[in-house]
């Protein structure tokens, strides 16, 4: 079976999830998470229609048609209004075999757009770069990458989300912002490599379909802050060998093994559910059994494990709320306590002994 590479928007997941040890080595592995799950008896519903990809890939083609004219109209107005209208932009061919050759074509590209075609625009449509995860390179491909006539660099992400009035869905602004931060990620490491080192835009450009027509429509959005908490999280990741070398010898996540085999495989390499997970991760609905199979409380969302402090399963929290277990001192303890006096209370109508909260 073919190793499935990483995308930015599994990379942005990773990044969301950097505890998770299981992800990690999966996707480093290139193991498909969709199949993979549903060998294990719990198909995802994760991932796109067909429909919505035919009509995503609609929309792009439209608003990269006659060479990007629109696209970079859009850039332009939304980025760029001090420079001179894009009349006449550069568009590069960037084909090349496989994903390495692809990288150095894109690279190359941007280093001629810097040398050969200084103050004017350029348009690099789906560029490959490379972005080194936890050890392993992952190799993305962003929609396109505008080379500015200062030389400067932005990413553009176009989604068939609608814009209403200037504004979209604020979860898929997110979600966009955030895979766009990775691919400002990679092409800053592009740009230490060059000299001088162009500037890459932390203000990605994004275009969506305006109101309910598919004209398109486009609005800047800062990158900044889920630039610097995605790099936070990668430099976090444990890299994918050090999670290798605890395996058990010759341990395979295929999915063509036996259901048994598989969950037995999936299972030597801790996971951190939280609910987060079903919106993120392919294996979610399996990972989500086993959390709630061993009373995990993080199942019950990050907040709320956050709370309990040192108590790590539903079992040790009803034992502490019954009085049974647990350091009176500690204010978890304390606090379940009494709220399951007051519980008492409002069950029987008496009125009982409750400690203050301390
Ligand atoms: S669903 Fe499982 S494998 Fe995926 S990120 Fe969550 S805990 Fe990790």
Same mark, same amino acid.
């Given at each position: 079976?073919?190793?499935?590479?990483?995308?930015?928007?599994?990379?942005a997941?990773?990044?969301?999830?950097?505890g998770c040890?299981?992800?990690?080595?999966?996707d %480093?592995?290139?193991?498909?998470?969709?199949?993979l799950?549903?060998?294990l008896?719990s198909?995802?519903v994760?991932?796109?229609?067909?429909?919505?990809f035919?009509?995503?890939?609609a929309?792009?083609?439209?608003?990269?048609a006659?060479?990007?004219t629109?696209?970079?109209?859009?850039?332009?107005?939304?980025?760029?209004?001090?420079?001179?209208p894009?009349?006449?932009?550069?568009?590069p061919?960037l084909t090349?075999?496989g994903?390495q050759?692809r990288t150095?074509r894109?690279e190359?590209?941007l280093?001629?757009a810097?040398?050969e075609?200084? %103050?004017a625009?350029?348009?690099?449509?789906?560029?490959?770069?490379?972005?080194d995860?936890?050890g392993?390179?992952?190799?993305?491909e962003?929609d396109?990458?505008?080379?500015?006539p200062?030389?400067?660099?932005?990413?553009?992400?176009?989604?068939?989300?609608?814009m209403l009035d200037?504004?979209a869905?604020?979860?898929?602004?997110?979600?966009?912002?955030?895979q766009?931060?990775v691919y /400002?990620?990679?092409?800053?490491?592009?740009?230490?490599?060059?000299?001088p080192a162009?500037r890459?835009?932390h203000?990605?450009l994004l275009? @969506?379909?305006?109101?309910?027509?598919?004209?398109?429509t486009?609005?800047?959005?800062?990158?900044?802050?889920?630039r610097?908490?995605?790099?936070r999280q990668?430099?976090r990741l444990t890299?994918?060998?050090?999670?290798?070398?605890?395996?058990? $010898?010759?341990t395979?996540?295929?999915p063509?093994?036996?259901?048994?085999?598989?969950? $037995?495989? /999936?299972?030597?390499?801790?996971?951190a559910?939280a609910?987060? @997970?079903?919106?993120? @991760?392919e294996l979610?609905f399996h990972?989500r059994?086993?959390?709630?199979?061993?009373?995990?409380v993080?199942?019950l969302?990050?907040?709320?494990?956050?709370e309990?402090?040192?108590?790590?399963?539903v079992e040790?929290v009803l034992a502490?709320?019954?009085?049974e277990?647990g350091?009176?001192d500690?204010p978890a303890?304390a606090?379940?306590?009494?709220a399951?006096?007051?519980?008492?209370?409002a069950l029987?109508?008496?009125r009982?002994? /409750?400690?203050? @909260?301390p």
């Amino acid at each position: 079976m073919q190793a499935k590479a990483l995308d930015a928007r599994a990379l942005a997941a990773l990044a969301a999830n950097p505890g998770c040890r299981r992800r990690a080595i999966l996707d %480093g592995a290139g193991v498909d998470k969709g199949a993979l799950a549903s060998a294990l008896g719990s198909p995802s519903v994760f991932g796109q229609s067909q429909f919505a990809f035919v009509r995503g890939n609609a929309f792009e083609a439209k608003v990269k048609a006659d060479g990007g004219t629109e696209l970079l109209r859009l850039a332009h107005e939304k980025l760029d209004r001090a420079a001179e209208p894009p009349t006449e932009a550069r568009v590069p061919d960037l084909t090349a075999q496989g994903p390495q050759g692809r990288t150095a074509r894109t690279e190359l590209a941007l280093r001629e757009a810097a040398t050969e075609a200084p %103050g004017a625009w350029t348009l690099l449509d789906h560029p490959m770069l490379a972005l080194d995860v936890a050890g392993s390179p992952a190799f993305l491909e962003p929609d396109a990458v505008v080379v500015h006539p200062d030389g400067s660099w932005t990413v553009v992400e176009i989604k068939s989300f609608p814009m209403l009035d200037g504004a979209a869905d604020p979860s898929k602004v997110g979600a966009a912002a955030r895979q766009s931060a990775v691919y /400002v990620l990679a092409l800053e490491q592009v740009a230490a490599r060059l000299d001088p080192a162009p500037r890459v835009r932390h203000r990605i450009l994004l275009v @969506c379909p305006k109101d309910f027509s598919n004209l398109p429509t486009a609005s800047a959005v800062d990158v900044r802050k889920q630039r610097a908490v995605t790099a936070r999280q990668l430099d976090r990741l444990t890299r994918i060998e050090e999670i290798a070398d605890t395996l058990p $010898e010759g341990t395979c996540f295929s999915p063509e093994l036996p259901a048994e085999e598989l969950t $037995e495989a /999936v299972e030597t390499v801790p996971a951190a559910y939280a609910p987060e @997970c079903l919106s993120a @991760c392919e294996l979610a609905f399996h990972c989500r059994d086993r959390s709630r199979a061993d009373g995990a409380v993080t199942s019950l969302g990050r907040p709320v494990r956050a709370e309990l402090g040192g108590l790590t399963t539903v079992e040790d929290v009803l034992a502490a709320a019954r009085g049974e277990a647990g350091d009176p001192d500690d204010p978890a303890v304390a606090a379940l306590r009494r709220a399951a006096a007051l519980r008492a209370e409002a069950l029987s109508g008496a009125r009982p002994e /409750v400690a203050p @909260c301390p």
